[in-house]
């Protein structure tokens, strides 16, 4: 019995990372370009598919327990369904602990392009990061 109850939780933990563990009303995704990268490994595979690829992609680098970054993740998500050219991706510091460890400040968000790093902003505000993924778009 014991064995069968630590599954069930171990299960109820896995469902609860990345987007899904945030607790915030999100709004949905209508074009499938809102990834949530949950470990190390799913990290570094959404990171090296946007290396490889051509389409410019927006990661944001939050955490579960940053004020700011709860109040900037629904605008994040929301803007995902106005630029559908782009990806967007969401990676949590503390379930990606060893892919994400240059991080420094919560929100950061990183844009790329040709797979290439080419832009970086730091902090909040929905206008600020509209303009900047039209800038990327």
Same mark, same amino acid.
């Given at each position: 019995?014991?064995? *069968?109850?630590?599954? /069930?939780?171990? #299960?109820?933990?896995? =469902?609860?990372?990345?987007?899904?563990?945030?607790?915030?009303? @999100?709004?949905?995704?209508?074009?499938?370009?809102?990834?949530?990268?949950?470990?190390?490994?799913?990290?570094?595979?959404?990171?090296?598919?946007?290396?490889?690829?051509?389409?410019?992609?927006?990661?944001?680098?939050?955490? *579960?327990?940053?004020? /700011?970054?709860? #109040?900037?993740?629904? =605008?994040?998500?929301r803007l995902s369904?106005?630029?559908?050219? @782009?990806?967007?991706?969401?990676?949590?510091?503390?379930?990606?602990?060893?892919?994400?460890?240059?991080?420094?400040?919560?929100?950061?968000?990183?844009?790329?392009?040709?797979?290439?790093?080419?832009?970086?902003?730091?902090?909040?505000?929905?206008?600020?990061?509209?303009?900047?993924?039209w800038l990327h778009s």
């Amino acid at each position: 019995m014991e064995g *069968s109850s630590s599954m /069930v939780s171990n #299960q109820h933990d896995k =469902a609860k990372k990345g987007l899904e563990g945030s607790a915030l009303d @999100l709004p949905i995704n209508r074009y499938a370009n809102l990834k949530s990268a949950t470990s190390d490994d799913d990290f570094t595979n959404v990171l090296a598919l946007i290396k490889s690829s051509k389409t410019p992609a927006v990661i944001n680098y939050g955490a *579960s327990w940053c004020r /700011v970054c709860s #109040q900037i993740l629904p =605008a994040f998500c929301r803007l995902s369904n106005n630029f559908p050219k @782009l990806t967007f991706v969401y990676a949590d510091i503390d379930e990606c602990p060893e892919t994400t460890q240059h991080i420094r400040y919560t929100p950061t968000f990183q844009f790329y392009r040709n797979g290439e790093k080419v832009d970086e902003m730091y902090g909040t505000g929905e206008e600020r990061l509209h303009d900047r993924l039209w800038l990327h778009s």
